[in-house]
């Protein structure tokens, strides 16, 4: 079985920036697209970006876009999501996972998950 673990989510100011990483274990996931979804309390969990194995092509929420940059190392199994210019909106839990298809925007489609980690933008 795979295992995927996230990590680098704290408590930051609105304006500042963080580093999430996902290190992906036991299984080939150099060969699955990757992605970072997020879920704020109350709310539905929602797609945020996607690399593809390769790590040669992106997409993103327009929600983010411009201000986050996913990216992944295979060498390290690592995948990362770099945000910028954080806003108190941005505050949930982020969670990273895997699917043979590119760009899936819905949570239904991805079969492996991570456990999650949690941002919190304060104002």
């Known amino acids: 079985q795979g295992q995927l673990v996230e990590s680098g989510g704290e408590v930051v100011q609105a304006g500042g920036s963080l580093r999430l990483s996902c290190v992906a274990s036991?299984?080939?996931?150099?060969?699955?697209?990757m992605a970072w979804f997020r879920q704020a309390p109350g709310k539905e969990r929602e797609f945020v970006a996607a690399?593809?194995?390769?790590?040669?092509?992106?997409v993103y929420a327009d929600s983010v876009k411009g201000r986050f940059t996913i990216s992944r190392d295979n060498a390290k199994n690592t995948v990362y999501l770099q945000m910028n210019s954080l806003k108190p909106e941005d505050t949930a839990d982020y969670y990273c996972?895997?699917?043979?298809?590119?760009?899936?925007?819905?949570?239904?489609?991805?079969?492996?998950w991570g456990q999650g980690t949690q941002v919190t933008v304060s104002s």
């Open positions: 996972a895997a699917n043979t298809l590119f760009g899936a925007r819905h949570a239904r489609e991805y079969a492996y």
């Open positions: 690399v593809s194995w390769r790590g040669d092509s992106t």
């Open positions: 036991g299984r080939a996931f150099s060969l699955y697209h």
